[in-house]
C-alpha cells in the first residue's frame, strides 16, 4: 500500500501529511534560499524544496515554474552554447568519479 494514501485516508492523516511535506519542503527551500547567496547549488535545492512542495499545494507549483523560467531567463543571457554547457557538466562528473576513486584507493 502507498504510504501516502494510508496516512491520508483519515482527515487527521491529511492534516499530518500536509504539515510534514510543509515542514520538510520548507526547510528545504529556506536551505535553497541561504545557498543562493552562500556558496553551493542555490536553485537546484531551492527548486527540490519547491518540488516537494508543490506535491500538497499548488501555489508552490506556481512558484516553482516561475522560478524555473526565471532561471532559464538567466541562463539565455549567459550566453553560452549548450554543448558547452553539456562539455563542462560531463567534465565536472568525471573529475568527481576521479576524485572519489582516488580518495578511495589512497585513503
Known sequence: MNLRRFIK???AGQIIWRVFIGVLGGSI???GAIALVAPGPGVLILLAGLGILASEFAWASRAMNKTKSMAQSA???VG???WI???IFA???V?????IIYYQMYT
Do not use: C, Q
Not at 573529475?95 to 576524485?99: C, L, Q, R, W
Open 75 to 77: 541562463s539565455d543571457k
Open 85 to 87: 554547457k553539456y562539455l
Open 91 to 93: 567534465g565536472a562528473a
Open 9 to 11: 485516508r483519515t482527515k
Open 80 to 82: 553560452i552554447p549548450t
Open 29 to 31: 527551500t529556506v536551505l
Open 95 to 99: 573529475f568527481s568519479i576521479v576524485a
